[in-house]
């Protein structure tokens, strides 16, 4: 991977229960590393192709090999929040990763 395309910078972030004014736990999120990312949409083939196997995907992002990272966890992009659909370490070299996400829309 040519690390010149990983041009933003995001978090990753951990579903990590917080007690609420009462003292129940509810979802929240914390940020585990930040790291340079490359985001693009997937294309319009993508998308159909995923939609047959089920998983919505919108973005494929790519970072760097990255030991722990899974489905579910998230990616912070500035205000953009990606649900991770899948984790793949490429070539299974341990050097570079696609996720394939779907972008939360509010």
Known sequence: MIAGKL????????????AN??????????TVDTVWAGIMPASGSERFRNDMESAEVSHKIKIQYYAGLTPAMRIKYGTRIFDIQSVINMQERDAD???LALEQVP
């Not at 041009?7 to 917080?18: F, G, Y």
């Open 7 to 18: 041009r933003k910078r995001v978090e990753l972030q951990s579903n990590t229960p917080v």
């Open 21 to 30: 004014a009462v003292g129940e736990h509810v979802p929240g999120w914390a």
């Open 97 to 99: 990763m696609e996720i």
